[in-house]
């Protein structure tokens, strides 16, 4: 019932940059909180970032001063800027929404994943 639609992966050099959106949709009451999360071929799909509805921010130590989450409540979007992208980074990055599909009705749900490959 809630649809999440990643966009803006893809290959970067090093040091480079990239912006993923995640668009939530479907039916929704509220989102309490949205999350990147990913995971690198042989990993365990790890927390990256999360802001709450509040605009409560978290990353994870490997990515804090180079990633940048953001999110727009009007159309539940969120996103992730990522700058000095490292070969580390490379994963594929999944959008984890938390909320409300009525009151006292809560939904969770991943988007489908897009690649991030960083490389020269």
């Known amino acids: 019932q809630v649809q999440l639609v990643e966009s803006g992966g893809g290959l970067v050099q090093p040091g480079g940059s990239l912006r993923l959106s995640c668009a939530a949709s479907g039916r929704i009451f509220s989102v309490y909180a949205m999350h990147w999360y990913r995971q690198g071929s042989g990993k365990q799909r790890e927390l990256v970032a999360s802001?709450?509805?509040?605009?409560?921010?978290n990353y994870a130590d490997s990515v804090k001063g180079r990633f940048t989450i953001s999110r727009d409540n009007a159309s539940s979007t969120v996103y992730l800027q990522m700058n000095s992208l490292k070969p580390d980074d490379k994963a594929v990055y999944y959008c984890?929404?938390?909320?409300?599909?009525?009151?006292?009705?809560?939904?969770?749900?991943w988007g489908q994943g897009t690649q991030v490959t960083v490389s020269s």
């Open positions: 984890n929404a938390v909320g409300e599909i009525i009151p006292s009705h809560r939904f969770e749900d």
């Open positions: 802001i709450t509805s509040g605009g409560r921010l």
